[in-house]
């Protein structure tokens, strides 16, 4: 048996061996970033540090994206984790809880949390989505998945399912009005909320000036 900070240190370890140098924004960085949001909001706020510490690790290790949209992968791979090193099972249902919970569903679609861990971690997660390394992130991945990066003929779409939203392949610049400038207004946590509020302003000034750079008007 390993101590709670044995095991954080273990977890954080292996999260890093198996994510380091991936190219789409969500390797070991993304998750060392969503680490950190996840202690600083969770300082305010009554949470089990513990089980906000482990999901904020393990949220991404089996994403659905990299798995043909299978969203067991992930719980299922965190669960072998926590069991090989005999935590309790209590702990490990809440954080396979919480990682199955956390994956953004499309505009129309509601991702309720059922634990304060969960909304602390998704909060930290969508952060990680926003703003200047938003912006960042959100390139890259359109880059990995060659797509373009503006196209005006085609217009966003606000999914009304997880399997529309997962199967989407639009442009880029759709994914800022079909997920990142919606996120703002779902943060659950104070903490979040106002940092939140900044990053939403920086990134809607962006689009702004992506589009009047487009047309000639800048
Ligand atoms: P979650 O982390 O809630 O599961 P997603 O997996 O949908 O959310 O997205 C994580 C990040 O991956 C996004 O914030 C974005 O940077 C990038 N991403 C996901 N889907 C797209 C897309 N269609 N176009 C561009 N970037 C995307
Ligand atoms: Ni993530």
Same mark, same amino acid.
């Given at each position: 048996?390993h101590s709670?900070?044995e095991? !954080?240190?273990? *977890?954080?370890e292996?999260?890093?061996? +198996?994510?380091?140098?991936e190219?789409?924004? &969500?390797?070991?960085?993304? !998750? ?6 996840a ?9 089990? !540090?513990f089980?906000v510490?482990?999901a904020a690790l ?6 659905h994206?990299?798995?043909?949209g ?5 719980? /299922?791979?965190? /669960?072998e984790?926590l069991?090989? &090193?005999?935590v309790k099972?209590?702990?490990i249902?809440?954080?396979c809880a919480i ?7 499309? @505009? ?6 059922s ?8 909060? @930290?997660?969508r952060?990680? @989505? ?5 912006i960042?992130? *959100? ?12 196209n005006p003929?085609i217009?966003?779409?606000l999914?009304d399912?997880?399997?529309?939203y ?6 880029t ?7 990142? +400038?919606l +996120?703002?207004?779902?943060m659950h946590t ?9 990053r939403h302003?920086y ?5 702004n000036r992506f ?8």
């Amino acid at each position: 048996m390993h101590s709670d900070e044995e095991l !954080i240190n273990l *977890t954080a370890e292996y999260v890093k061996n +198996l994510l380091s140098g991936e190219g789409s924004g &969500h390797d070991w960085w993304h !998750i060392q970033r969503v680490w950190n949001n996840a202690k600083s909001i969770a300082a305010h706020e009554q949470a089990d !540090i513990f089980i906000v510490e482990l999901a904020a690790l393990l949220h991404d290790i089996g994403d659905h994206k990299f798995h043909n949209g299978d969203e067991t992968v992930g719980p /299922r791979m965190a /669960r072998e984790w926590l069991e090989k &090193h005999e935590v309790k099972n209590e702990t490990i249902d809440l954080v396979c809880a919480i990682i199955s919970e956390l994956s953004f569903k499309g @505009a129309g679609t509601t991702s309720a949390m059922s634990s304060l861990e969960g909304c602390i971690v998704q909060d @930290a997660d969508r952060l990680d @989505a926003i703003g200047a390394i938003g912006i960042a992130r *959100t390139f890259a991945y359109g880059g990995h998945k060659g797509r373009e990066m503006y196209n005006p003929n085609i217009p966003p779409v606000l999914h009304d399912s997880f399997e529309a939203y997962k199967n989407s392949a639009g442009p880029t610049l759709n994914h800022f009005y079909e997920k990142l +400038l919606l +996120l703002q207004d779902r943060m659950h946590t104070t903490t979040a909320k106002r940092i939140a509020a900044e990053r939403h302003q920086y990134m809607e000034e962006f689009v702004n000036r992506f589009l009047a750079e487009w047309d000639g008007r800048l």
